[in-house]
């Protein structure tokens, strides 16, 4: 399995864009990109995946160069409920039904006042 | 919408204990994960089941154990609990749709005394 490497932690302030930046150096031809976001006391939850290029949903957006050995997730105008941790994991072929996936410590998002 | 349940919420048990924690899933998945999750570490995988009675170790599954008798139950038993096992512990199961996204459940934190 690919590993990930990202920030242990960011901080930022309402209204303002966060962009977390993952490096997956050895992702494999089949590995797609995906983000998870993980709130206090709860289980991760699916943000975005993509494969190359760009991908935006009503939540983010995620920025993959050609090379595919980094991304960027992209949070608009962030507000203090965005205040989590956010994982960025590589592997799980779409095509397949396994899921099997490695998810690293992730990066600890604080939106301030 | 997909509902990942786990059995406890919170859960205190003494060294050398039995222990078992519960996950059901209503989405008739066929694969089921649990991990657990320690400050510092990520989530790690200790099993996953990908059918009814198959399971696969993970990254650390050396003291636990895991049960799939039906499709929509996965248990992960820990023989005899150890204070090293103090954790919080996610369930997991995956639908194979177009992101192949897991769907977590709440967890269970687990105090081992």
């Known amino acids: 399995l690919a590993k990930t490497t990202q920030p242990i932690s960011m901080d930022s302030y309402e209204g303002q864009e966060v962009n977390i930046t993952c490096s997956h150096n050895n992702i494999a031809t089949n590995d797609y990109i995906t983000w998870y976001q993980q709130f206090p006391s709860q289980g991760p939850r699916f943000i975005i995946q993509?494969?190359?290029t760009k991908v935006t949903n009503e939540v983010a957006s995620l920025f993959i160069p050609a090379d595919r050995k980094s991304s960027t997730l992209s949070l608009p105008r962030v507000s203090l409920s965005d205040t989590a941790v956010y994982y960025c994991?590589?592997?799980?072929?779409?095509?397949?039904?396994?899921?099997?996936?490695?998810f690293g410590r992730g990066t600890q998002l604080t939106v301030w006042p | 919408d997909v509902k990942v349940t786990q059995s406890s919420r919170y859960l205190v048990k003494r060294t050398g204990e039995k222990v078992f924690l519960e996950c059901v899933q209503d989405?008739?998945?066929?694969?089921m994960f649990w991990y657990r999750q320690d400050p510092g570490l990520g989530l790690r995988l200790i099993y996953f089941?990908?059918?009814?009675?198959?399971?696969e170790k993970g990254d650390i599954p050396e003291g636990y154990s895991v049960s799939r008798e039906k499709k929509e139950r996965f248990s992960l038993i820990l023989e005899s609990a150890s204070t090293n096992q103090t954790s919080m512990y996610l369930c997991?199961?995956?639908?194979?749709?177009?992101?192949?996204?897991?769907?977590f459940g709440p967890g269970t934190r687990l105090t081992v005394l």
């Open positions: 993509g494969y190359k």
């Open positions: 089941s990908y059918d009814v009675k198959m399971k």
């Open positions: 997991a199961s995956i639908g194979g749709g177009e992101n192949n996204e897991q769907f």
């Open positions: 989405m008739d998945h066929e694969n």
């Open positions: 994991l590589v592997g799980a072929d779409r095509g397949s039904t396994l899921g099997r996936l490695y």
